[in-house]
C-alpha cells in the first residue's frame, strides 16, 4: 500500500515555469513506477511522465518532450515534475500515480495504475 500527496500547483503565466511534486509514503521501500498524469476538464486523463523508484529510468510523453522533466529526491520519497515554458494548454488537474511490478503497458493508461494521489490545479494564463 502506497500513499501519494500531490503539492506545487497554482497560476503561471504562459512562457513561465512551474514545479508539482509528489510525496510517496507507506511501503516505499518496494519498487514502484510512479507516474505524473493531467486531465483538463472534458478531456481524458493523459499521462505525462514517469519514473521507475529502482532504476530511475524515465518516460516522457511525446506532447511535453523537452518541456517537462522528472527527478526524485530518494532521501524524502518525493518525485518532482518540472514544467518549463507552459502554455494554456497545460492548465488541467494534475494527479500522482503509482504502479507496482510486474508493471503493465502502455505506462500512461490510467487504468493501469491503482494508487492515486488527490490531485493539483495547475492554470496557465495567456
Known amino acids: 500500500q502506497v500513499r501519494l500527496v500531490e503539492s506545487g500547483g497554482g497560476s503561471v503565466q504562459v512562457g513561465e515555469s512551474l514545479s508539482v511534486s509528489c510525496a510517496v509514503s507507506?511501503?516505499?521501500?518496494?519498487?514502484?513506477?510512479i507516474t505524473w498524469f493531467r486531465q483538463a476538464p472534458g478531456k481524458e486523463r493523459e499521462g505525462v511522465a514517469g519514473?521507475?523508484?529502482?532504476?530511475?529510468?524515465?518516460l516522457i510523453a511525446n506532447s511535453v518532450l523537452g518541456r517537462f522533466t522528472l527527478s526524485r529526491d530518494d532521501a524524502n520519497n518525493i518525485v518532482t515534475l518540472e514544467k518549463r515554458r507552459l502554455e494554456p494548454e497545460d492548465s488541467a488537474m494534475y494527479y500522482c500515480?503509482?504502479?507496482?511490478?510486474?508493471?503493465?503497458?502502455?505506462?500512461?493508461?490510467?487504468?493501469?495504475?491503482?494508487?492515486w494521489g488527490q490531485g493539483t490545479q495547475v492554470t496557465v494564463s495567456s
Open positions: 500515480a503509482a504502479a507496482g511490478p510486474p508493471w503493465k503497458f502502455p505506462w500512461d493508461q490510467p487504468a493501469n495504475y491503482p494508487y
Open positions: 507507506g511501503s516505499t521501500g518496494n519498487s514502484y513506477l
Open positions: 519514473i521507475y523508484t529502482n532504476t530511475g529510468g524515465k
